[in-house]
């Protein structure tokens, strides 16, 4: 491509549709009315209607003032949000310099922003609709010789269902934004292009901070679950309790002591700096032992295994696994690790 194209690419006014998404939705720099569909929506519309009704005379500048008053009213009792709203206000103003960068703007919020927001909004929060009764079937009919595969099921089946509910969101707005800009005489076919990957960029983005939160309640849910099944009480966190590895669920024991749970992919978090110590900050917060169940073990090292194991961490891994097999005909781990079978039966053995 020549260089005078990209050039010319770079400055076409539609490119300022990705750059108005993006400051529509910063809450850092500036207040994310973009997350505000009502707001949203009367801004556009109001503009539209000042845009039809000036006749040409005076219209950027009425327009402009109408989008400044909109917003200063909406936030004219949030006090610490005063220097945002300023900065949107002005850097809007520098930005939208035409009547034709105003036409973008209010395209962005009508047909962007407000699609986008209903499709991000549409997108589960968490795994668990599209995991729970298919791991209570699991369970009913296979019993604890079913927790493996509902654990992992739990993990593959939330994000599989996640990312259909995605794709359906995003194939449904993308097709709904190429109609409209279709039937826009005004837009040529690289306008539309620039348009349209402007809106799945954002999406992507937005939809992959949702992953990220997803992804790090899915396990912990799938051992609450497990728990709740077989009528296993959970308790409360032992008060002032601080690790360098999470737990996600506690469990009572008979002689008044804690199990901790925790059910995660692999275990990367900062086990190293567990001390010698650990032992005794355990029974300090009367900690009987740390349950750690890992869905993906090929990380979990020999040092991984000994250092926690010593410090009263013991390791549920898959039935099959080949680090469990290895790990159980070996002197100096073999009291460490055990299969996930097996992981209700330890817990119920505590109980009784």
């Given at each position: ?327 159980s005909e070996h002197i100096g781990l073999k009291d460490y ?16």
């Amino acid at each position: 491509m020549e260089t005078k194209k990209v050039i010319s690419d770079i400055q076409n006014k539609w490119q300022n549709v990705y750059w108005f998404s993006r400051m529509l939705i910063n809450n850092d720099k500036y207040v994310a009315i973009g997350k505000e569909p009502k707001l949203l929506a009367t801004i556009a519309s109001s503009l539209r209607l000042v845009g039809k009704e000036s006749k040409g005379k005076n219209t950027l500048e009425l327009q402009k003032q109408t989008l400044r008053n909109i917003i200063e009213e909406r936030y004219h009792r949030a006090t610490s949000t005063k220097n945002r709203v300023h900065r949107l206000i002005a850097e809007l103003d520098e930005e939208i310099l035409t009547i034709e960068d105003m036409d973008v703007f209010i395209m962005t919020c009508e047909n962007i922003m407000l699609p986008l927001f209903q499709a991000i909004n549409n997108i589960p929060n968490d795994d668990k609709e599209f995991t729970l009764n298919i791991a209570k079937s699991y369970l009913d009919i296979q019993g604890k010789d079913g927790l493996a595969t509902v654990i992992s099921l739990w993990d593959d089946l939330g994000v599989r269902g996640c990312l259909t509910t995605e794709r359906t969101e995003i194939i449904r707005a993308f097709t709904t934004l190429r109609v409209l800009l279709t039937k826009d005489a005004n837009i040529n076919e690289d306008d539309k292009d620039i348009v349209l990957t402007a809106f799945t960029q954002e999406f992507e983005r937005r939809a992959a901070q949702k992953r990220k939160k997803r992804a790090g309640g899915s396990l912990e849910d799938v051992t609450a679950f497990i728990l709740d099944y077989y009528n296993i009480k959970i308790a409360k966190a032992p008060e002032h309790f601080q690790a360098d590895i999470e737990v996600d669920n506690w469990v009572k024991t008979k002689d008044g002591w804690l199990i901790g749970i925790s059910c995660k992919r692999t275990i990367r978090e900062r086990w190293k700096q567990v001390s010698s110590a650990e032992a005794t900050v355990l029974s300090k917060f009367k900690i009987k032992h740390i349950f750690h169940v890992v869905t993906y073990d090929e990380d979990l090292s020999d040092d991984k295994l000994s250092l926690l194991g010593g410090q009263r961490h013991i390791f549920y891994l898959p039935d099959n696994s080949r680090r469990l097999k290895y790990a159980s005909e070996h002197i100096g781990l073999k009291d460490y690790v055990r299969p996930i079978s097996q992981l209700i039966n330890d817990i119920k053995k505590q109980l009784m």
